[in-house]
Structure formats: structure tokens, C-alpha cells
């Protein structure tokens, strides 16, 4: 939060995402806190459907985490209103900070966004040279990054 603070200070949304087709990708920051507080425990209770999974302490926690962030403006203002290539390209634009999505944001952008030279997804942190990443999502692979040349994922 710290951080969204310091970001909308310099005039900038922390966050921006596209409310009409694609709102939720904001539970992915919400599900992803609660998981990192509450480990492999909270996504077990919650694939598996069990009694008061949404209730565990992680995942109330996390959603008045983002009920906060609503509060306190870290949301490009109208996202609610745009498609996903719109707050795509309003983040590209840098009136966003982050948005939430995956490997094949640079295709959907081609054409649309200015070209950069700095996109790059980062490699999960939890990886080591040891151990896999312990949510089975990240491995290790020179493809975990994405170039500037828009192309097919690989």
C-alpha cells in the first residue's frame, strides 16, 4: 500500500484494469495476496469448494485489502468503464502503474501500443535453482520473460 501511495502521489494510478470484459483479473490481486499470506492451505479450501473457504483469515484480509485500495484511489479512475485494451493501453501510456495479466498482453497490444523496449514479465520469486516454484506456475525456462516484439506466447 505503501507503495500505491507513493505512485498516485507522483500522479499516476497504481493500478488500472478493464471493468467491462475483464474485472476479474482484480481478484487475481486479492486471491494472490491471501495465497502468499496463507500458503498452499488457502487454495486447497478454496479448489476444493470447503465450508468457510472464503472465509479464512488470508483471504478477508486480502479482500479488505483491495476494498482499501478502492477506497484510497489506487484504481485508474473510470476502469470500471473500459475494456481490457483500453486500461492496456493506458497503462502502455504510463497513467497506470500495474496491470494484472498475462504473457499475451504485447499481441493484443500490437498496433496499439507505442513500442518499448522494457517489457518483461518477472520470474516468480519463490523459484530457486533447488525447488520449483511451490504453486507449480513457474519454471525454469528463459521463455518467463516477454520481449517488446509483439509475436504468439511462446
Known amino acids: 500500500m505503501a507503495l500505491c501511495a507513493q505512485i498516485k502521489a507522483a500522479g499516476i494510478a497504481p493500478f488500472a484494469y478493464g471493468g467491462t470484459n475483464a474485472a476479474d483479473y482484480v481478484i487475481d490481486l486479492n486471491l494472490g495476496a491471501a495465497i502468499k499470506q496463507g500458503g498452499l492451505d ?7 469448494l470447503e465450508p468457510g473457504a472464503w472465509q479464512q483469515d488470508t483471504v478477508v484480509a486480502a479482500t479488505q485489502g483491495v476494498e482499501q485500495m478502492v477506497r484510497d484511489g489506487y484504481f485508474l479512475p473510470g476502469s470500471e468503464g473500459l475494456r481490457h485494451t483500453e486500461a492496456q493501453t493506458a497503462w502502455t501510456e504510463g497513467r497506470a502503474a500495474f496491470y494484472v495479466s498475462g504473457s499475451w498482453l504485447e499481441n493484443e497490444m500490437k498496433g496499439i501500443a507505442r513500442r518499448t523496449s522494457g517489457w518483461r514479465w518477472p520470474r516468480c520469486r519463490c523459484w530457486t535453482a533447488a525447488r520449483r516454484c511451490r504453486w507449480r506456475r513457474c519454471a525454469p525456462s528463459p521463455r518467463r520473460r516477454s520481449w517488446s516484439r509483439p509475436g504468439p506466447p511462446t
Not at 42 to 48: F, K, Q, S
Open 42 to 48: 488457502v487454495v486447497r479450501n478454496l479448489d476444493n
